[in-house]
């Protein structure tokens, strides 16, 4: 079975620039998460969708991002303006909330703003 | 307040040795699961093993098991006959029940196993 994907694997571009990352879940998983990882902050949610609509979305840092989930098998979160301090490890996980237990992750985006 | 505190930032232990990883947490729900993932140097977070609080069982997965105490509020992973291989970050995570899906990790412990 296909586990959670995410495009691209890694990004570097320049501060001011719009970034686009994008995740497609497990196939039958109604939920799907946004996390953020830093040294300095840990592993922190960002958002979360249950089936397709956005739950909880208090870990956004600000007005600079925004995600979104048009169908049960896409997802993107989209950062513009793009700043230095953005710079971390995205990970997109899913699960599904009849029976199943465990968030499975993708392979995460590295994201670099110069 | 910290839900989840992982008090070792690293480890090292000699292959074949079993360690024990520690994880507390904080809670006033009485419906809650906790888990553990693994992230290898590659990155990726790979599930490990969970515990709900209502199981009256600590959970086992393989060399993985779990040493949950409950009045403590400890979670403590276990791995068996230490790997080469198991070298990587461990992290512990809390779901709250009232908070639906939403998972706290604590910072990790970097586990070193050594020849």
């Known amino acids: 079975d296909a586990g959670v994907i995410q495009s691209p694997r890694h990004e570097v571009t320049e501060m001011g620039q719009e970034v686009t990352l994008r995740c497609k879940p497990i196939s039958g998983h109604d939920y799907l998460f946004w996390y953020r990882q830093t040294m300095m902050r840990g592993l922190e949610l960002l958002i979360y969708?249950?089936?397709?609509?956005?739950?909880?979305d208090s870990g956004m840092p600000e007005d600079r991002f925004s995600a979104k989930m048009p169908n049960a098998s896409f997802s993107t979160l989209k950062i513009q303006p793009s700043e230095p301090r953005d710079s971390a490890v995205y990970f997109c996980?899913?699960?599904?909330?009849?029976?199943?237990?465990?968030?499975?992750f993708g392979d995460g985006t590295r994201l670099s703003i110069l | 307040a910290q839900k989840i505190t992982q008090t070792q930032p690293g480890m090292f232990v000699q292959e074949k040795e079993a360690v024990t990883l520690d994880c507390t947490y904080d809670t006033s729900d009485q419906s809650y699961g906790l888990f553990w993932y693994k992230q290898p140097s590659s990155g990726e977070m790979i599930f490990l093993i969970y515990q709900g609080s209502y199981d009256e069982q600590n959970a086992t997965e393989g060399r993985y098991s779990l040493n949950f105490q409950k009045a403590r509020k400890s979670a403590n992973l276990v791995i068996s006959a230490s790997q080469l291989g198991d070298s990587a970050m461990y992290f512990c995570a809390m779901r709250e029940w009232q908070g639906a899906q939403k998972l706290v990790f604590g910072q990790g412990t970097r586990l070193t196993i050594n020849p």
């Open positions: 969708f249950n089936n397709n609509v956005p739950i909880d």
């Open positions: 996980a899913s699960s599904s909330g009849t029976g199943g237990i465990a968030q499975h």
